[in-house]
């Protein structure tokens, strides 16, 4: 089934009673039958401990220890999987240890194919500047030359059940939120709820469709659905997963946006330029925006796309230092319609760290209908 998740292991519970099974991101909201009668439980899990995943052990072997002590905690601990490859940051004072930082990670990773250094995210269409520094090529680990047939960055995906065609070097994506798209498929299905339909979601900021691909796997969840991005490789990346999620035909040439089926609008389009076509006001429930950097400036631009006829959703991502966030959660406010009654005021709920100084938050408003 591959739903295991690959270098964590089997473990017991706390109270003996059971045993915990490490599970994949790939594998499936909804657990089926006859496992669905086992509760799914939040835990960290174990690393396999047949192979020392501890990297640091296998540096030591690559470089001396008084090297590794004198940089201390800038050595990149953290590390992001996407499928069978790994991304790291590195440090401009570690460049020069590059190679020995990959192949301590490839030994320390069996099933990491490739391993590429993070240059940062770069230019409007947030593309990561991904730069190979070793892979595993017929059984061995190179640094050196990297062969192109096992340096390709594009990949598949499985996550909830779904599996998702991503290259982080053409398109945004990362794993990393995961748990982040889960808490946006609970709003749309509570918003369902309220409604009593399926939901017409615009996601104007899409990328390859993650957010998409969560929700699409709720049965009965979408009904119409807006998907667009600025970038045409993310978009053609997109019509390749829409048609594996879909089961219907899309042209793999990527195009601007068009009403490819009655209930599919998809293709290149700038966010900010939607609501000059009055087809696209106050026609959607549901409005994911993401893209942190510029989401609070962008929501004026954004909003009027949302059907006020009756209650709706805007659910996004925001980039700020934690002496802005206050600041942030005013801004946020006065540029969203009011709120729904019942529900609290929008506001930033920090996620995870995006550098030293900044924060990556998510929000979610439920507005009122007028």
């Known amino acids: 089934m591959g739903w295991l998740a690959r270098g964590m292991r089997v473990f017991s519970h706390e ?9 994949d991101p790939g594998a499936p909201i909804e657990i089926p039958p006859p496992f669905a009668d086992y509760e799914v439980v939040m835990h960290d899990g174990l690393s396999e401990t047949r192979v020392d995943s501890d990297w640091l052990n296998h540096l030591s072997l690559l470089i001396t220890s008084e090297e590794i002590e004198g940089h201390g905690d800038s050595w990149p601990s953290s590390h992001e999987f996407i499928s069978d490859m790994m991304i790291v940051r590195i440090e401009e004072e570690l460049q020069k240890y590059s190679s020995h930082i990959a192949e301590a990670k490839l030994r320390s990773h069996p099933h990491i194919r490739l391993v590429l250094n993070d240059e940062g995210v770069q230019g409007e269409l947030r593309i990561r500047k991904l730069t190979p520094i070793g892979a595993r090529f017929e059984g ?3 640094t050196r030359g990297i062969p192109e047939s096992v340096s390709s960055t594009r990949v598949l995906v499985r996550e909830s059940g779904r599996s ?10 990362s794993t990393k939120l995961q748990s982040e798209r889960l808490e946006t ?15 017409r979601v615009c996601d104007p900021f899409c990328g390859v469709g993650p957010a998409l691909a969560t929700l699409l796997s709720e049965p009965e969840l979408v009904g119409e659905l807006h998907a667009s991005d600025l970038n045409p490789d993310a978009v053609e990346m997109l019509l390749e997963n829409l048609s ?34 009055s ?14 950097h ?21 659910r996004g991502r925001v980039i700020a230092s934690d002496s802005e966030i206050e600041e942030a959660n005013l801004a946020l406010r006065e540029n969203l319609p009011p709120t729904l009654i019942g529900k609290p005021v929008p506001e930033l709920r920090v996620k995870r760290d ?10 979610e408003a439920w507005i009122a209908p007028e």
């Open 354 to 363: 995006y550098s030293s100084t900044l924060r990556l938050c998510s929000f």
């Open 244 to 277: 594996r999620w879909d089961g219907r035909y899309y042209d793999k040439k990527p195009s601007k946006l068009s009403r490819i089926f009655p209930d599919r609008i998809v293709g290149i389009a700038d966010a900010t330029r939607l609501r000059d076509d």
């Open 294 to 314: 510029k989401t609070i400036d962008l929501l004026p631009s954004i909003v009027p796309l949302l059907d006020r006829s009756s209650p709706s959703m805007v």
């Open 164 to 173: 998702i065609t991503c290259d982080p070097n053409k398109a945004y994506f």
């Open 15 to 23: 109270d003996d009673h059971f045993r915990l099974i490490p599970l």
């Open 185 to 199: 498929l609970s709003l749309a299905k509570e918003l369902k709820a309220i409604l009593s339909r399926p939901l």
């Open 279 to 292: 087809q696209n006001i106050g026609s959607w429930d549901f409005l994911i925006v993401n893209l942190p």
């Open 140 to 142: 061995e680990i190179v």
